[in-house]
């Protein structure tokens, strides 16, 4: 039984490029979430999808992110012209149905130098 | 807005010692989920717990016990005969119904059991 999987773990990039990450959701869960977490803080949503649809984005989802997850299946999550404010964890989730528990991915960990 | 107060930063004992760690909320909503979840250092949130608003029994599971107050808006989380591996930041959250089920987390506790 695998759990959710996000890739990269780590990853350091220059302030202004661009960075993918991607999210692998329990195989049976329709519902997926990315939240970000930044230090000394819990984690704070950012948008979710049921399947495909994209139904809700956070306000502090700025028009520099953008999620897709074609297919219903895997996620991602793209930062264009990265800033150091967005240095955080990206923490991605899944659930089965709406009131079910959300099971997190191991997150992937994003420095902007 | 939903909200979520965890006041105690954080938390030390010893080995064996009982510790309650603190959860207040806020919601207008009536139909409410509350959650605990685990962060070890390795960093993987783990999910300990759920409660909808009509369930207020509370529940024991192991060394872990819940008491959920609608009175107080709280729910609290304790762990008996603490140990060692019980160190992390633990974090409470609040999903409301008609709020596709997004979760607000507190700031979380980080507790610290040492030998």
């Known amino acids: 039984d695998t759990g959710v999987s996000q890739d990269p773990r780590h990853k350091i990039t220059k302030r202004g490029q661009n960075v993918t990450f991607r999210c692998d959701p329990i195989?049976?869960?329709?519902?997926l979430y990315w939240y970000r977490q930044t230090l000394g803080q819990g984690p704070e949503f950012l948008t979710y999808?049921?399947?495909?649809?994209?139904?809700?984005k956070s306000r502090l989802l700025s028009d520099r992110f953008s999620a897709e997850r074609p297919k219903g299946s895997f996620s991602t999550l793209e930062i264009q012209r990265t800033e150091q404010g967005d240095s955080a964890m990206y923490l991605c989730?899944?659930?089965?149905?709406?009131?079910?528990?959300?099971?997190f991915g191991p997150g992937t960990r994003l420095t902007v130098t | 807005a939903q909200k979520v107060t965890q006041a105690q930063t954080e938390i030390s004992v010893v080995e064996k010692e009982d510790v309650t760690l603190d959860c207040v909320y806020e919601?207008?909503?009536?139909?409410?989920?509350l959650f605990w979840y685990k962060q070890p250092p390795s960093g993987e949130l783990v999910f300990l717990i759920r409660r909808n608003s009509f369930d207020e029994q509370n529940e024991i599971s192991g060394r872990y016990s819940w008491n959920f107050q609608k009175s107080t808006s709280s729910f609290n989380f304790t762990i008996t005969a603490s140990q060692v591996v019980d160190s992390a930041v633990y974090f409470c959250a609040l999903s409301e119904d008609s709020g596709y089920s997004t979760l607000t987390f507190g700031k979380g506790t980080m507790l610290l059991v040492s030998p």
């Open positions: 989730a899944s659930s089965f149905d709406l009131r079910s528990e959300q099971y």
């Open positions: 919601t207008r909503d009536t139909t409410y989920y």
């Open positions: 195989s049976e869960h329709n519902r």
């Open positions: 999808f049921q399947n495909e649809a994209q139904l809700e």
